[in-house]
């Protein structure tokens, strides 16, 4: 079975400052890597995906995530937080099983943002 | 366009009680899922539907869990009888159906308090 770890439960950044949220995935085939992200007391929204296109994947609100096949990682990135940007990230795994495909959430890592 | 939507938002319930949770998916979706959101965790798969027939329940308790998705729409998750460690929030999410890059739309969640 597929599997995503997420390195650090939490992390913290000053605003303005550079953010790092760290996936290694677990495949043998080529996965299908997602971010998602969760704000308090709501669902999870779609950051962003991994579709082997591009290797760089540019999601919403300036995150991005590079796939790097050789350390099998999938590290999302921001150049400057914003307080807006504290909330709950989710790395994410789609594996093929029987009747089709089902997605597996890492721990998550909550991002703080200092002012 | 509206989301998922979930109901109730907050439960709390004795241990041994029974409880329920509905959701209605995004108009179109054929496919259904149900998580369990234990605090500090990233969301566990307990079922997933395509229109109205299971296609995974692998996690799901059978013994005291159940859903149902009546006419490939709605959906019903059960608990019966409830345990302390049922305490958690469980997402209703939902998608089109596809091959792995499949994005998900979750509901803001039910949140149960087993005492």
């Known amino acids: 079975a597929q599997s995503v770890t997420q390195l650090g439960s939490h992390v913290s950044v000053s605003e303005g400052a550079l953010v790092l949220l760290r996936c290694n995935y677990s495949?043998?085939?080529?996965?299908?890597l997602f971010w998602y992200v969760q704000y308090p007391n709501q669902g999870l929204q779609l950051l962003l995906k991994?579709?082997?296109?591009?290797?760089l994947v540019k999601g919403i609100n300036g995150f991005e995530a590079e796939f790097k096949k050789s350390e099998t990682s999938f590290h999302l990135t921001k150049p400057s937080a914003h307080m807006s940007d504290a909330a709950e990230y989710f790395c994410?795994?789609?594996?093929?099983?029987?009747?089709?495909?089902?997605?597996?959430f890492g721990a998550g890592t909550r991002l703080f943002v200092k002012a | 366009e509206a989301g998922v939507a979930q109901s109730p938002r907050y439960k709390i319930i004795e241990k041994r009680q029974s409880v329920a949770f509905w959701c209605n998916p995004i108009s179109g979706h054929a496919t259904l899922y149900w998580y369990q959101q234990i605090l500090g965790q990233g969301p566990k798969l307990l079922i997933q539907f395509q229109n109205n027939g299971v296609v995974d329940d692998s996690q799901l308790p059978k013994d005291r869990f159940s859903a149902e998705r009546l006419k490939g729409v709605d959906s019903t998750l059960k608990i019966q009888p409830a345990k302390l460690e049922d305490s958690a929030v469980y997402l209703c999410?939902?998608?089109?159906?596809?091959?792995?890059?499949?994005?998900?739309?979750f509901g803001e969640g039910s949140r149960l308090t087993v005492l």
């Open positions: 495949s043998s085939v080529p996965p299908y």
């Open positions: 999410a939902s998608s089109l159906p596809g091959q792995g890059i499949v994005e998900l739309f």
């Open positions: 991994y579709t082997s296109a591009a290797t």
């Open positions: 994410a795994v789609s594996e093929s099983g029987t009747g089709g495909f089902k997605t597996i």
